[in-house]
């Protein structure tokens, strides 16, 4: 009860301090504040637009509103200390230091003409320290040592290629005048769990996918909203690694929640919709 009882705390904290960033990113026009890097000469450099670029400079930029926000709720902020390491953050009570919580960035941009759907994200590995939760490898603190785990995203536009001039040097006194890379960037929370899908999120690695469409995304209804965070977390842990045999004899591995459902005996009914868009996957 107690833990619980943490959790709505932490969570009640970090989604008002989330609410407030739009407020110091965002120019009233809905353009990122942050315009270019500049050098010694006082010369405006246009960032590039490439998705992991603007994924690090966003973490950076708020960065500092992190250090106060853990500063507010008496929680240490440990930083993960290699670079594939999981999470990017981790929140450690000053008076409990027990009580964790894990937080990772996740950054992803609108598709074009289907602005309901974004391009998705990873949340995480499903391999040794998911499956093995006193494992430390790849994480900063075992996986079962963490209260809750948060996904800190942020979704928002691309700027068309036809506005941006990645060779372009600006003066400072030019700096209103620079398009940014990115616009209209809205933020959001949730536990992991509830915004997965039940597919991988990168190619052969083994890392977890989110749902790609955005209303779900904000509202934290993902695949396994209804039915858990236990079959979330069974499911991952045993992602291909159950065979069944099929009526016509064949054998098929188990890679979709309804087959995994139906296998465990659950309620197919819980299942939320995974809405079929082809989208990738971003950081």
């Known amino acids: 009860m107690a833990i619980e009882h943490s959790r709505e705390t932490f969570e009640t904290a970090l989604r008002r301090f989330v609410e407030s960033l739009a407020s110091h990113t965002e120019q ?36 500092p509103l992190m250090l106060k926000f853990a500063s507010d709720n008496r929680y240490k902020l440990v930083l993960a200390t290699h670079q594939n390491y999981y999470p990017d953050i981790s929140f450690v009570s000053e008076q409990d230091e027990t009580l964790r919580f894990a937080v990772d960035f996740k950054t992803t941009y609108r598709i074009r003409g289907r602005e309901q759907f974004c391009n998705g994200f990873t949340l995480g590995s499903h391999g040794t320290y998911f499956v093995d939760r006193t494992s430390t490898k790849n994480i900063q603190f075992p996986y079962a040592s963490y209260a809750a785990h948060y996904s800190l995203g942020i979704i928002y536009d691309r700027a068309s290629e036809a506005t941006i001039d990645e060779t372009a040097v600006y003066g400072i006194e030019q700096l ?16 992991k769990w509830r915004i997965a899908s039940d597919k991988g999120g990168s190619g052969n690695t083994a890392n977890i996918g989110s749902i790609n469409y955005i209303p779900d995304i904000i509202a934290g209804r993902g695949m396994f909203s209804t039915l858990g965070e236990e079959w979330f977390d069974d499911y991952w842990m045993n992602f291909g690694r159950i065979t069944v045999v099929q009526p016509d004899g064949e054998t098929k591995v188990v890679r979709d929640l309804p087959s995994f459902v139906t296998y465990r005996g659950g309620d197919l009914s819980l299942i939320r919709k995974r809405y079929t868009f082809k989208g990738g996957s971003g950081e």
């Open 176 to 191: 209103e005048s620079i398009t940014s890379v990115i616009s209209n960037l809205q933020f959001f929370v949730a536990e």
């Open 28 to 63: 009233p026009n809905g353009q990122w504040t942050v315009k270019g890097f500049i050098d010694a000469f006082r010369n405006v450099y246009t960032i590039s637009s490439d998705t992991k670029i603007v994924s690090k400079i966003l973490e950076i930029h708020i960065f």
